[in-house]
């Protein structure tokens, strides 16, 4: 029950970004000047630099999803998590990403797809810090079969 509660919260959120969805908000708590929405974030995809310019954040219960959107429109890289600390992608991982390039989608989640994890550095009631990587996999016919999303950074307010 918990995991597919995550998804289908997880999907309003990304659904939502991807459309042009985000609060707007800019100034001294958002620490890309260039950023819509709750903060920063930023990865390299696949071995390219990647900077969200639309971010959106939410925490609820317990639950925190985070999802960034490049300029275009075109990449969105977003994940969900239960809890503090560091949580895993992959078989029994709690944790869900999603790695969206035009119409086609890549993910990680705890039903053993993919692998990697996010590191919260930094969790207030507002705002929360910290690291990802993780390894993607996507559905039939996606090109490539899975991306590599590393090194990823997020500064977020909700």
Partial sequence: ?????????FGVVV??????????STGPNNPN???????SM????DGSGWNAIGVSASRSTGLLIIAGSDVQRTVT??????????QTFGPGGVALGVVLVGGQSWQANGSGVGSGSVNITTLTGNRAVGTFSFTAVGGQGATPASRQVTNGRFDVRY
């Fill in 33 to 39: 000047p260039n950023a819509t929405g709750a903060g």
């Fill in 42 to 45: 930023s990865a390299s995809i």
């Fill in 1 to 9: 029950m918990r995991r597919s509660s995550l998804a289908a919260t």
């Fill in 15 to 24: 659904f939502t970004l991807a459309c042009g969805g985000g609060n707007g």
């Fill in 77 to 86: 890289v977003s994940f969900a998590l239960n809890g503090t600390g560091t």
